[in-house]
């Protein structure tokens, strides 16, 4: 008989949904409020809220595997309880100094949480229900991004500190539930290894033939789509007279998309190889990347970030329950760690690289490079894929 999924994977998933809508309800609009409170020039800002992306990066090779050696529920419960200095200290900052240690904090949050949080689900996820459950918690964060801004632009984030407060205060919340709701024996594999045998485990994951190429594969999108974030927006901003805001309406399109068809297509790929949602997702990238270079009318722009979307849900579900799949069992933080930085190392280089494409080849040559990556990303995934070549047998 199946096992069923555990009514505490649904009450971690709403809280993870609870804590991006808080997220959002501030986070967005942080460059906003640090320049308003600093009056610190906007290079500067923008080189502060960068701290947080390097201190995630770095911090990912020490503080993603500490769940595997104290626990996942103590690595979530510390991160929370850290959470809420970090919002509290936005509140209250006013010092450019400040916020810089500030957001090296959050980063460092984020580098200890989110490992932990991804393998304590693996933990307790049946494997047949693990790609349809990471589903989910992806369509619960992206409801909360999708609330969260909204909420902030309400309430003043950006010009105020009461959201900060409020953000951490909704993370308040979240330590007692952990505490409380969470056994102490919950998903715990401690395994008590140095931190030196965390660097060798992620050594071993980086020699996983599946894992490898998948990694590249993933490299390689992460890639592509850090474009939407940073070079589709320059882009539009240059090109249209109401640029900011027909950006704003391709936002909208992923997320709504990502609300719609998360469910269906999660369910959809639960009993289905992995590489259908790996191969599937690049395709459609390359394909959207191709449509991008032809786009003129503003709702093509909004209808083909729409298709690109549908490519995202392909590939979120299967990026996790891969790590899940071959991942040791005491080594899956570590494992999800490794993942994170391989996001972390496309983040960081993807804007400038396709900065270069679009100054170089403007919308042909941005869009044409990332449609070219992902071809190369479907190439990768098909490696990791390929069936192992059986021995000869010798015949006499």
Do not use: C
């Amino acid at each position: 008989m199946r096992q069923r999924i555990p009514g505490i994977v649904w009450l971690l998933i709403a809280g993870d949904g609870f804590a991006s809508a808080f997220r959002f309800l501030v986070m967005p609009f942080l460059a906003l409020y640090m320049h308003a409170v600093t009056g610190a020039d906007p290079a500067v800002v923008g080189a502060v809220i960068g701290l947080g992306a390097a201190s995630n990066l770095v911090a990912s090779f020490l503080l993603g595997p500490l769940s595997d050696r104290i626990g996942r529920k103590p690595s979530l419960i510390w991160g929370t309880v850290l959470q809420v200095v970090a919002l509290a200290g936005f509140a209250v900052a006013h010092s450019l100094v400040v916020f810089a240690l500030l957001q090296v904090v959050s980063g460092m949050i984020w580098a200890l949480q989110g490992p932990a949080y991804m393998a304590l689900l693996t933990d307790l996820t049946p494997e047949g229900y693990r790609t349809r459950v990471f589903g989910f918690n992806y369509w619960a964060v992206n409801i909360g991004a999708a609330i969260g801004p909204i909420a902030g632009a309400m309430i003043g984030a950006g010009h105020a500190a009461m959201p900060f407060l409020l953000a951490a205060a909704s993370q308040v919340l979240l330590a007692i539930a952990l505490v409380i709701y969470i056994p102490a024996t919950t998903g715990e594999r401690p395994t008590g290894v140095s931190g030196r045998e965390s660097l060798r485990h992620m050594g071993q994951g980086l020699r996983h033939h599946v894992l490898f190429w998948a990694f590249v594969g993933t490299f390689l999108t992460s890639l592509a789509y850090s474009q939407i974030e940073t070079n589709l927006a320059q882009y539009l901003g240059m090109t249209y007279a109401h640029g900011a805001q027909l950006y704003a309406y391709v936002i909208a399109a992923n997320a709504v998309t990502v609300v719609l068809l998360q469910p269906f297509l999660g369910r959809w790929q639960e009993d289905r190889p992995m590489l259908l949602g790996f191969a599937g997702g690049s395709i459609v990238y390359a394909l959207a990347n191709a449509l991008f270079i032809l786009a003129v009318a503003p709702w093509a722009w909004i209808g083909i970030n729409a298709f690109f979307t549908i490519g995202e849900v392909l590939l979120a579900p299967v990026g996790q329950t891969i790590i899940a799949r071959y991942a040791p069992a005491d080594q899956r933080a570590t494992y999800f760690a490794l993942q994170n930085i391989v996001f972390g190392l496309a983040f960081a280089v993807g804007p400038s690289l396709g900065g270069f494409a679009l100054s170089a080849g403007g919308k042909f040559g941005l869009f044409g490079a990332m449609s070219l990556v992902n071809v190369l990303a479907l190439l990768a995934f098909l490696v990791a894929f390929r069936p192992e070549r059986k021995p000869k047998v010798a015949t006499s």
